[in-house]
Structures are given as structure tokens and as C-alpha cells.
């Protein structure tokens, strides 16, 4: 195709052509949200005949806000983030043309939830260090081992997978990267209770589970260069996000200091003004990337909203319940809930301190990014490394 | 100066309970009590009963043991380790120094494990805030008072009223069990409703002194709790590899625990200072007790908060004692009012003010 991609300009156009075509007060939401994928409106940036037109991504927003203005159904995407975040960005990278038709359209809708296969009890920061087994059987292979801090687990009809294929040869050589199918025999979901009292992830117990070649993406032995691509865009969505002033944990605050004239006090005003400043800061540099991402590719700069997000969250949170005092002491309920979502504000703020904790854990430690800063962004010498050329299975573990 | 260093009648305190309690108060028999409907481990309770513990702070002639806060002390720090789930601090402790400067007759009875007291005040409730304000008419006693510790575990109720300290029989109120951030130290909201009390002491001098004694012995719980973080953080350090090498070997954290270690050791210098000045009426006690809880009560929750965060992913978890700490460490650094009340409580005490 020679065409250009369309402006922002011919996407109203299109959007309005759309949404004449099909009144979203008519149309039932799953007909709607595919045909709104079938016109290439669903991310714009995707490639025509995957949702998308080829146009720059930075025109998404727009779409998005036509969309919504009309009132039209969403596909959901604060629970189906895994899904659009991390696997779709890496379809579409590494998958046959066959897996890309396969899978990003009911990804995209919704209808298909998918979740993420990665880390394991004794490979966390290191993941590399994976040890789930894939064998090779002529046109399948059979899997086994065990995946923890699996959200949407039990939700999901999709995994994607990395596996270890090859022991024998140093860990970042030897792995393949997998769609795997939930519902296949040998997938066993467990819920893994976390300090809050509730279970959003699971553990994945696999078990002689058989996964067909033509669920592999990437090649056999790439599957760490896939997974690097996931991850990129893992902390993206995780730090990267929208926010209006004092809009995140800090509006919490704000707001309970602006209600309760008798939490007041001089220390608590200092505290509170320091985090202010910190979090305002902060959302900037979110916004500053997100332009960035606009107009290029995902960097390391998203290690350092991460950072800066996961630190916030932990001494807002803290100085929530020390204003509360005698009332921070109580919490809200520890039965073991199976949430979809984090929802930080409609839970007592003892939540919000212990939920705060896993921020600098999930989706790469604070201690990880403080490395990818240094090494990737200013360039220091890395860690003395003495696992890169010793075949996997030699590996101390 | 006072005497900061262990005893050997303390440190053979120390190694017994420890014993003990690593067999009747090991961890998941600890996240296991959270779960149940029983306010406190009334087991473990009897077992510390038995061996004089609570007896510590008593003169002999009122029927205690004759020792002194300072072992008290001890026993603080070896419950923190344990997080154990028993009214020691506010029955034990503040109640028990509430009472003995009262010079009231219950004194024998919480020494002998008969009965247990705590002071009805809000768990923030630091030694020189403001109290709740239950009315007396006759004798009687009404209103209602929330989040206090141990309320359900209590037989007897101390009650601050404007005309002094009321003794309140614990059934003859209602008590309202408060899901908890700790619930190894577990609140309730009580109510009384022309509720007959005792009058024990008139004005607030023994209210104080049993919120002081509880500031003051509160560090050494603190202490023993950042302690045993950061010894399970070690060893976890030590055993955990990622990248081919044990974590442990990483200076990020190395530097991190080395600095922890040295909080610690500062914690329990100040936290023995508070307790040795108790013990002996120390004229330095006022600075040293709120001086106790504006240290000790930051360095628990860092040791806490460390202990999740460099146990990574399995520190997140519910199977795993780190949260057990952390929510006694939070809970802690809120108890008796916070690090930045006794910052402002200090700036009084020294002539530093404000502005």
C-alpha cells in the first residue's frame, strides 16, 4: 500500500463515518467494539487488517475521546491491560501473520482475556534464570514448571509463556517464548493470598502441558528477546500513566488534610508539602514521557517513572495513616478477595500502606530499575556478571 | 549515666522466654491466631503467667516479683520478635504503671495473672494528648471510646473520666471487636451506658504515668521486632541467588542492611535508656521515653519495611511473616502517638521551638 496514513483530521472523519454506521445505542457492545476493529479504529498505530491504520500512535488519544464523547462501549482496558500492554505489542512484533489474526482481534474486544507467564519462585529480578522445562516433540512441546505472580490467571484464556528450551547453553541463549492455553490439561490456577489479605495473582502449576509449534512466537532459542519487548512495555504501563494534578495517592492525602482540620499539624503540614512537590514532579516527568512515547519508542526513561511512582505510593500511604493516627490503626477487611484490579482509593488506607509495598516489587524491583539507570541510561559499568557463560543448568541456584 | 547494658539475670530471662516462645508463638501459629475469632492467645498468656513475667515491675509487698522495668523490658523485646498476640504492653505494662501509681489494690491481681486491665484511651493516645471524654454521674460512667488495644482481652477497663481513673468490670460494657491493621494486638470500641465504676485515682497523674511507662517500654518491643527483621533479611540474603550470585553480595543491599544495623544498635541504646530511667525514676525520663518513640518507632518500620522489600516477591505474600511485622511495626509507630507528636513533644521538653 502506497497510501499515507491517515491524519488526525481523516480519523474524525472516519470515526464519525463509524459511528453513523453503527449508533452504539443500536448495536450490541461486542458487534460494535469488533466492527470498530474491523475499520482499523481500535488502535490506529496497529497495521491496517489488526485494528489499525498505520497512523501514528500519538493519534489514539483523539480516537479514543470521539469514541467515549459518543458514548459508545469500551473494550474494558483497565482489565484487559495485560492483554493490550504486553501481549499485543509482542504479537506484533515476533507472531506469524497467522497468530496476529488469530489473536489481537478478541484480545482487542475483550472476549479473550490474557495473562502473563513469566516469573517463577526461584527466578524473579533474574529472570532469565527460568527454569520451566519446554521438550521438543515434533510439532508440540510439552511444558512443565511452576509461573507465580500470575494476575488474571484465573481469568485468562491465554498465557504467553517463556520457557527454558535448552540447559545446556548459557540461560539468555536457551529459551522459547509460547502462547499457551489456559485451559489446556496440565494448567492447574492457584490463588496466591498476598499481604493485604486478597489474591489478585496466582501461582500457574504446568504439568506435562502440550503446546502446539505453532504457538511458539519468535524462534526457538529467542525466546529472551521476545520477552525483552514484553517487559519494555510492562513498565511503561506501569509508570506511565495520565494523571490531573494531586490526582494519584497524593489527592488522598490532600484531600483528607483539606476535610479534617483536626489531623492538622505542623510536622504533618511539612511532610505533606514535601510529598506535594515530589508527586507534582513526578507526574510531570510521566507526562514529559508519555510526549516522548508520542513520538518515539519506549526508552528507560520508564524505569525512572516506576521509580519515582512506587516510592511515592509507599511514603504518601505511610504518612495517610500516621495523620489518621488511633484511626489508621484499623483496616478494612482481610478475607481473601479475588480483585481484578488494584483499586487504591476505594479501600481503607491501611490497604493503600501494604499494597504500596509490592509497587517497588511488581513488574521489576526499585532495585533493578536503579540498575537499568545506571547501566542503561548513565552508562556505569555493570554488575561483575558470573552467570553469562555458564550453560544454564551449572548455574547456583 | 544510666545503665545501658544486659544483666546476666536478663540475659537468662531473654534466652528462656526466647526458647519458649519459639515454641509456642512460632510464626504461623502467630498468622493463624490473626484468622481466628479469639482476641488474643490466652494460652501463651497463662505460660507467661507461670513464669513470673508479669509479676516484673512489682515491689514484693504488693505481690510481684520484685524486679524492675528493665527486665520488663526484656520481655518487651523478645514478645516483639515473636510478634506474640498478648496484652503484655497495655495490661502488664500501662496498666500495671497506671495502677502502682495509683497504689491501687488491683496491683497484686494483674501481677498474679488473675485478671487482665487495660487503660480505655484510643491506641494513639500519646502520654501528654488530650483523653476521651466519658462523663461520671454518681459513679457511673458514660460514652464511648474507640480503638482501644486489647479492649476484649481485658477483665477490667481503666477509664479516664474529668473526676479521675475509673476500674469498669470489662462485661459491663459493651466491646465491639475493630478489624485491626495488627491483628495480633487487636482494638475495640467500647461503650458505656451508666456503666458502675471504681474510682481508682483522682486527676490524670496515673493515666500519664501508665501512658509513659508504655512509651518508654514500647521501644524495646520495637527493638526486638527491627531485630529479628533484619536477622531473617541476613540470612535470606545469604541463601537467595539471582544472577548466579547470592543477593547478599550485592552492595546496594549490603549498604542498605549495614546502615540498618547501625539504627538498630542506636535503637537499643535509647530504648534501654528509657527503660533503665523508668525503672529508677530517672529525672531524665520525659526526654528519654519520648526520645524512645521518635527513634525506635522509625527504625521498626524501616527494619519492616526492608524486611518485605528485600525478601522481594515472597515478602508480598500472606505465607510469609514479613507482613506479620510490618503491620506490628506501622501499628507501633502509631501506638502512643506518632514519631512526628513526639518530635513536637521534644522541641517542648528541650526549648526548641518552632518559630
Known amino acids: ?397 | 549515666m544510666s545503665d545501658l547494658l544486659y544483666g546476666e539475670i536478663e540475659d537468662d530471662l531473654r534466652s528462656g522466654l526466647r526458647g519458649m516462645l519459639d515454641q509456642r508463638a512460632a510464626w504461623p501459629e502467630v498468622l493463624a491466631g490473626t484468622e481466628k475469632d479469639e482476641p488474643s492467645d490466652a494460652a501463651l498468656w497463662d505460660v507467661l503467667d507461670e513464669i513470673g513475667v508479669l509479676a516484673l515491675p512489682v515491689p514484693e509487698a504488693q505481690g510481684g516479683a520484685g524486679a524492675s522495668w528493665r527486665e520488663t523490658a526484656v520481655v518487651m523485646e523478645e514478645l516483639g520478635r515473636a510478634v506474640a498476640p498478648v496484652p503484655f504492653l497495655t495490661s502488664a505494662v500501662i496498666a500495671t504503671a497506671a495502677l502502682l501509681a495509683a497504689g491501687d489494690e488491683l496491683v497484686p491481681q494483674l501481677a498474679s495473672g488473675d485478671r487482665t486491665a487495660v487503660l480505655a484511651v484510643p491506641f494513639g493516645t500519646a502520654p501528654d494528648a488530650p483523653l476521651p471524654a466519658v462523663r461520671t454521674s454518681g459513679g457511673r460512667l458514660s460514652g464511648e471510646i474507640r480503638d482501644v488495644a486489647d479492649a476484649l482481652a481485658a477483665d477490667v477497663l481503666l477509664v479516664p473520666t474529668p473526676d479521675g481513673l475509673y476500674a469498669v468490670d470489662a462485661a459491663d460494657t459493651t466491646r465491639t471487636p475493630v478489624i485491626s491493621l495488627d491483628m495480633t494486638r487487636r482494638l475495640g470500641d467500647l461503650t458505656l451506658a451508666d456503666t458502675p465504676g471504681r474510682l481508682v485515682a483522682t486527676g490524670e497523674e496515673a493515666v500519664r504515668a501508665g501512658l509513659t511507662a508504655g512509651a518508654a517500654l514500647l521501644a524495646s518491643e520495637q527493638l526486638g521486632l527491627a531485630e529479628r527483621c533484619l536477622e531473617i533479611t541476613v540470612a535470606y540474603l545469604k541463601t537467595r541467588y539471582q544472577f548466579g550470585r547470592p543477593v547478599g553480595s550485592y552492595q546496594g543491599l549490603k549498604h542498605r542492611l549495614a546502615d540498618l544495623w547501625t539504627s538498630i544498635s542506636e535503637a537499643r541504646a535509647v530504648a534501654r535508656h528509657a527503660a533503665s530511667c523508668l525503672a529508677t525514676g530517672d529525672a531524665d525520663l520525659p526526654v528519654a521515653a519520648v526520645l524512645a518513640q521518635a527513634h525506635c518507632s522509625e527504625v521498626a518500620v524501616r527494619a519492616a519495611e526492608e524486611c518485605v522489600q528485600m525478601h522481594g516477591g515472597i515478602g508480598f505474600t500472606w505465607e510469609h511473616p514479613a507482613h506479620l511485622y510490618l503491620k506490628r511495626a506501622k501499628a507501633d509507630a502509631l501506638a502512643l502517638g506518632t514519631p512526628s507528636h513526639y518530635r513536637a513533644t521534644l522541641a517542648r521538653l528541650l526549648d526548641l521551638p518552632p518559630s
Request: aromatic share 8%.
Open chain 1, 1 to 397: 500500500m502506497s497510501t499515507a496514513p491517515p491524519d488526525a483530521e481523516e480519523l474524525q472523519r472516519r470515526v464519525a463515518a463509524f459511528l453513523a454506521a453503527h449508533d452504539p445505542a443500536e448495536t450490541e457492545r461486542l458487534d460494535f467494539l469488533r466492527a470498530r476493529f474491523d475499520a482499523g479504529l481500535a488502535w490506529v498505530h496497529y497495521p491496517e487488517g489488526l485494528g489499525g491504520l498505520g497512523a501514528p500512535v500519538a493519534l489514539q488519544h483523539g480516537v479514543d475521546v470521539a469514541f467515549h464523547r459518543a458514548g459508545a462501549p469500551d473494550n474494558h482496558p483497565e482489565a484487559i491491560g495485560i492483554g493490550l500492554g504486553m501481549a499485543a505489542p509482542t504479537i506484533l512484533a515476533f507472531g506469524t501473520e497467522e497468530q496476529k489474526r488469530r489473536f489481537l482481534r478478541p484480545l482487542w474486544t475483550g472476549e479473550e482475556v490474557w495473562c502473563q507467564l513469566f516469573s517463577e519462585p526461584g527466578a524473579g529480578s533474574d529472570l532469565a534464570a527460568l527454569g520451566t522445562r519446554a521438550v521438543r516433540d515434533g510439532d508440540s512441546w510439552t511444558v512443565t514448571g511452576q509461573k507465580v505472580w500470575t494476575s488474571m490467571a484465573h481469568e485468562a484464556r491465554w498465557a504467553i509463556l517463556v520457557t527454558r528450551t535448552d540447559p545446556d547453553v548459557p540461560k539468555h541463549r536457551g529459551m522459547t517464548y509460547f502462547v499457551c492455553d489456559m485451559h489446556a490439561p496440565g494448567v492447574e490456577v492457584r490463588p496466591l493470598r498476598q499481604i493485604t489479605g486478597e489474591a489478585e495473582f496466582n501461582e500457574v502449576f504446568l504439568t506435562d502441558v502440550a503446546i502446539p509449534d505453532e504457538h511458539r512466537l519468535g524462534e526457538v532459542g529467542e525466546g529472551w528477546r521476545v520477552a525483552t519487548t514484553t517487559l519494555m512495555n510492562e513498565r511503561v504501563a506501569i509508570g506511565g500513566r495520565a494523571a490531573p494534578r494531586e490526582g494519584g495517592m497524593i489527592g488522598v492525602v490532600t484531600g483528607l488534610w483539606r476535610d479534617r482540620p483536626e489531623l492538622r499539624t505542623p510536622g504533618g503540614h511539612e511532610e505533606l508539602l514535601k510529598l506535594w512537590v515530589q508527586a507534582e514532579a513526578a507526574r510531570l516527568t510521566g507526562e514529559r514521557l508519555r510526549q516522548q512515547l508520542a513520538v518515539g519508542s519506549p526508552g528507560p526513561e520508564g524505569s525512572a517513572a516506576k521509580l519515582a511512582f512506587a516510592r511515592l505510593n509507599q511514603q504518601i500511604s505511610g504518612l495517610e495513616l500516621e495523620l489518621l493516627g488511633s484511626e489508621g490503626l484499623r483496616y478494612d477487611d482481610w478475607t481473601m478477595r479475588r480483585p481484578t484490579e488494584v483499586d487504591f482509593t476505594r479501600r481503607s488506607p491501611g490497604y493503600r500502606y501494604l499494597r504500596a509495598k509490592g509497587n517497588s516489587i511488581e513488574g521489576g524491583t526499585s532495585e533493578i530499575l536503579r540498575n537499568i539507570i545506571a547501566e542503561r541510561v548513565l552508562g556505569l559499568p555493570g554488575e561483575i556478571r558470573v552467570d553469562k557463560d555458564v550453560p544454564w543448568k551449572d548455574l547456583p541456584k
